[in-house]
């Protein structure tokens, strides 16, 4: 008996960061699963547009830039996965917990900064990532694009895409004043990076100059490498390039959020 008494009490054993940042992700999973809307903007949308294009793209001269129907309607699916899987869920998702002090709540806790955006961000990429992959292995049987002929660029291009998506979604989120208006806070980046970073429209097929302007905007580097990691076409120092470029729009909006982001409602 005087052993019991004597022996140590047992500690709960400490939460670690990985713990803490699976709890919030898993929590966020539920929410996401709830917003019937947000599901099917982010499940839905990315597979059916790029198919609604096709009639379009029929009339384009692909076969002298390299490229064939196949890989570009795979490039413009995993474009728009993200787009509306990632980018737009995220900007409302972000809105909606700092609107509801859910934010704020969690700062007073043993969370940062970067784990709480990361963890609100998770189940979004995650949706993101399972859609590229499907859409790569889809796309390969049906359309007969196989696989990418560079698939470290390809996977590169997935992964910056996926990065930038989030991140450009915090900094919406900093000029977003409730979750109704995020739909328009978020459009003129959706349209633009839809029209102008080779999603809808391949940019080799824009006029020169055209061309070039819209090769800076801030997924055309991303949506770049995964179609030259498809046709095999991006090497070099122009591979290397874009891959700066991707990396470069990543550090501006990670710097963006951490100086403009806004963890308290808008009032």
Not at 130 to 153: E, M
């Amino acid at each position: 008996m005087s052993d019991v008494l004597h022996a140590p009490a047992k500690t709960a054993a400490p939460v670690t960061g990985g713990r803490r940042l699976r709890a919030l992700a898993r929590a966020e999973l539920t929410l996401l699963t709830r917003n019937r809307t947000a599901v099917f903007t982010a499940l839905l949308i990315p597979l059916a547009l790029p198919f609604t294009a096709r009639p379009a793209m029929a009339d384009l001269d692909l076969t002298s830039q390299g490229l064939t129907i196949g890989t570009v309607l795979l490039t413009a699916a995993i474009g728009f996965a993200f787009l509306f899987a990632v980018y737009t869920s995220l900007v409302s998702a972000y809105v909606a917990r700092r609107e509801e002090l859910v934010l704020k709540r969690l700062r007073t806790g043993e969370l940062g900064d970067t784990e709480i955006l990361l963890g609100t961000a998770l189940p979004s990429l995650c949706v993101g990532l399972a859609q590229c992959v499907i859409l790569a292995v889809g796309c390969g049987l049906l359309l007969g694009t196989g696989a990418p002929k560079s698939p470290v660029l390809a996977a590169l291009g997935v992964l910056l895409g996926l990065v930038l998506s989030a991140a450009l979604a915090a900094v919406t989120a900093t000029v977003t004043r409730t979750v109704e208006s995020a739909q328009v806070t978020a459009l003129p980046l959706l349209f633009v990076s839809m029209l102008g970073s080779g999603m809808a429209v391949p940019l080799q097929t824009l006029p020169d100059r055209v061309a070039d302007v819209c090769r800076f905007l801030p997924f055309s580097p991303a949506v770049r490498l995964v179609q030259g990691g498809w046709s095999g076409r991006l090497a070099g120092p122009e591979a290397v390039g874009t891959l700066g470029l991707a990396l470069a729009w990543i550090v501006v909006a990670v710097f963006a959020v951490q100086r403009w982001f806004r963890w308290e409602p808008r009032r």
